[in-house]
């Protein structure tokens, strides 16, 4: 299975429109899907999108997929590994990546001040 995606040349994000928060997510944390689109129920495509923290939010327990996620982190500070109650973990500043197989337990996380990650979701050739 190739990697589809349209074709988009260089162009300005709106920044402050597109944002929504996924399923399952708190509030205070939103995607904006930059190409792609991943289909986890047929389990194919792939998507790149943008993941922003507000200051203060956190999720309460770890996350898995059955997708590869990279990330790397833009701006902001994000902790990984709290408890339920948004309290330690480790934390990361910018410039820092991270590249998960399917089937990786990874978080809670939180974010002090805000961030904002850029992630590649996609799933194994077939």
Known sequence: MAINKEHKEFQALDMDDGWHTPDGY???????????????????G???RLLRFDAGVFTTSPFVHDY???????SGDLTVGNDANGKGGESFSPNTY???????????????GGCLLLEIHYYDEG
């Not at 590869?68 to 833009?74: C, D, F, H, K, N």
């Not at 991270?98 to 002090?112: N, T």
């Open 26 to 44: 708190p509030d205070g944390i939103k995607q904006k899907i930059l190409a792609g689109f991943l289909d986890e129920d047929s389990k194919i």
């Open 68 to 74: 590869w996620e990279e990330i790397y982190q833009l």
């Open 46 to 48: 792939n998507r790149t």
């Open 98 to 112: 991270a590249c998960r197989p399917p089937g990786a337990y990874h978080g809670p996380f939180k974010s002090e």
